[in-house]
């Protein structure tokens, strides 16, 4: 079975504050993991995957197959920041959602 | 290029009705998935599809059917709405060739079941 969990329904931070969203997987193969972005009331936005090993909008985030984790980072948060992320897993199949982290970046 | 495009944006029904939300991508995209969106719950699977005339159950399939009669197209069919079913409804494709493919999401299906 394939699982994403990110434990933080709501993260809270100040504007410039250095931001971690966790995402922890279980699969039994080499997963692909993404992280999507959803603006209020939007569609959800690929921010960015693992494979490519890109930064989007600041954002980094590292596969660590031993801890099994895929957390998304970015050292000094923007208020235009605050939206819903989701971590993805994509298996041989199915495409499975993390239950979503609200950042919130206070100004 | 539209992406992927589902209708109705918003729709009202009372217990018991039926309806289609509609789904459609014009990538050529062999996976297609619904996708329902609750407060807390996060994004869960309800059906989804790896090509024509293929298609398989999500983490929460009932109440909900779908088809795949078409690359292009896959419906989602509400046989007798419950209260339970208001959620937003998001479609979704991608190409299940090669590695790293993006996910395409529709704008979302706002439903209330009333």
């Known amino acids: 079975a394939q699982r994403v969990t990110q434990p933080e329904k709501l993260l809270s931070v100040f504007k410039g504050a250095p931001v971690e969203l966790k995402c922890n997987y279980s699969?039994?193969?080499?997963?692909?993991l993404f992280w999507y972005v959803q603006y209020s009331r939007q569609r959800l936005q690929l921010l960015l995957r693992?494979?490519s090993r890109e930064s989007i909008k600041g954002f980094t985030a590292d596969l660590n197959k031993g801890e099994t984790s895929f957390h998304l980072k970015k050292p000094f948060a923007q208020e235009e920041d605050s939206a819903m992320y989701y971590c993805a897993l994509m298996g041989y199949q199915k495409v499975t959602f993390g239950t979503g982290t609200k950042l919130q970046v206070i100004p | 290029n539209a992406g992927v495009t589902q209708t109705p944006k918003f729709q009202v029904l009372k217990t018991g009705q039926s309806m289609t939300l509609q789904c459609a991508q014009d990538m050529n995209h062999e996976y297609m998935s619904w996708y329902r969106q609750d407060p807390g719950m996060g994004l869960r699977l309800i059906h989804y599809s790896v090509g024509a005339g293929i298609t398989d159950q999500g983490e929460v399939p009932n109440g909900y059917n779908v088809s795949r009669s078409t690359t292009e197209d896959f419906p989602l069919r509400l046989l007798s709405a419950a209260p339970s079913q208001t959620s937003v409804y998001f479609c979704?494709?991608?190409?299940?060739?090669?590695?790293?493919?993006?996910?395409?999401f529709g704008e979302g299906s706002w439903l209330t079941v009333v």
């Open positions: 699969y039994s193969g080499s997963p692909e």
């Open positions: 693992h494979i």
């Open positions: 979704a494709s991608r190409p299940t060739q090669g590695i790293g493919n993006t996910i395409y």
